[in-house]
């Protein structure tokens, strides 16, 4: 069963970085992909940002320059290195896949992706 457990959310001041993880596990899949999404209260789920197994990365525009998406060598942990972060990135953060496809999916079809619990980022002004 597909299990992704996302951690190093935090809180931090605007301008500041941080690095969240999503480890994975319950697949092998030569085809997936892998996404980070999130959502601020009130707000409804917005992408991120995704990774397919191909290697190819796509970004919402408002956090591209500032955001990087990836993934360790095994292919078992993505990562989304977050700076320049500013109040407008507050949000819970939640890790995301795709198995047997590549992100086509990513950002509007929800409903095809496997979800971790998420993890809370909080950037103060």
């Known amino acids: 069963q597909v299990q992704l457990v996302e951690s190093g959310g935090d809180s931090v001041q605007a301008g500041g970085s941080l690095r969240l993880s999503c480890a994975a596990s319950g697949f092998t899949s030569r085809k997936y992909c892998m996404a980070w999404f999130r959502q601020a209260p009130g707000k409804e789920r917005e992408g991120v940002a995704a990774?397919?197994?191909?290697?190819?990365?796509s970004y919402v525009d408002s956090v591209k320059g500032r955001f990087t998406i990836s993934q360790d060598n095994a292919k078992t942990t993505l990562y989304l290195q977050m700076n320049s972060l500013q109040p407008e990135d507050t949000a819970t953060y939640y890790c995301?896949?795709?198995?047997?496809?590549?992100?086509?999916?990513?950002?509007?079809?929800?409903?095809?992706?496997?979800w971790g619990k998420g993890t809370l980022v909080t950037i103060s002004s």
């Open positions: 990774a397919d197994a191909r290697g190819r990365t």
């Open positions: 995301a896949v795709v198995v047997d496809d590549y992100c086509y999916a990513f950002p509007s079809r929800v409903d095809m992706f496997y």
